[in-house]
């Protein structure tokens, strides 16, 4: 009788670690996302989305105008041509910074071209430049290899009035929470209109986090070729919370962003200004 019971015992043991491994391969990118180790790469998961957090910053408006703006680059003796998307960021002490990708505009090795000459932002579909860079804040970085996205990024340094209708501000969480609604606003508008046409904005849902990567669930099935460099807005703060790298190309289709804390401390940081080129 002991034995059978033993048995038994065993057997519901057995059940239940099986259960456990399950759920843990189930979800184990949200297990890792929990671990408060630095320098550890969040991957998509497609487990079940996180419920929707308790949000305790301030409510804000999302903008209504274009908040992502298409990115052009000028290589040495050529033309300037679209090479990506990007957006104007105001920092805490009041200055205003661009953001784009360094993907955008690498060589084979994942550096900046050092044939760069010049960037620009237009509004989407559009040609009339809004603004031009020619100067880096702060030293370039490099195209992300895994999904270490905080290591894509080059900021640029403004030296020209902008308006501020274009210029985001950050969120100062550093980045949104797991269950988060978001919207990206896509850096190439709506297609409609060659003169920037409308907004284009897709909303998502924030499965993982962590220092390198944030991974947001997208609503609606889209093609995100081209949208890297477009900035990502809290739906509660109505500010940045990350920057599109890299996107996944099946259903759903999830979109891998660089956290706007990581952006803002790249920036904070930056000590030399090199120029384009050099």
Known sequence: MNTKRLVRALIVLLALLIAG???????LQTVILLLPIA??????????????PAITAPRGELPTGHAGLSEWAQ???GAMHPVGCGFLLRLDGGE?????????????NGDTRQSLERIAFHLPQGSDTLIEFDTFYGPPGQTFTGYRFSQDYKLLKVTQPITGSFVLTPDPRGMPQPGERVMLFSGLGDGVSASGGNPRTLAGTVTTIGPDAIWVRMDEAFDPAGMSG????????GQVVGMAVSATYDTPVMIGFHPIGSIVEKANTAREFPKMGK
């Open 21 to 27: 491994l399950l759920w843990l391969a189930y979800n």
């Open 39 to 52: 320098g550890i790469a969040v991957e998509p998961t497609r487990g079940p989305i996180p419920p929707p």
């Open 75 to 77: 290589d040495a003796g």
């Open 96 to 108: 205003v910074i661009g953001v784009a990708t360094a993907h955008s505009t690498a060589d084979v």
């Open 230 to 237: 477009s900035p990502l807005l809290s739906q509660h703060t």
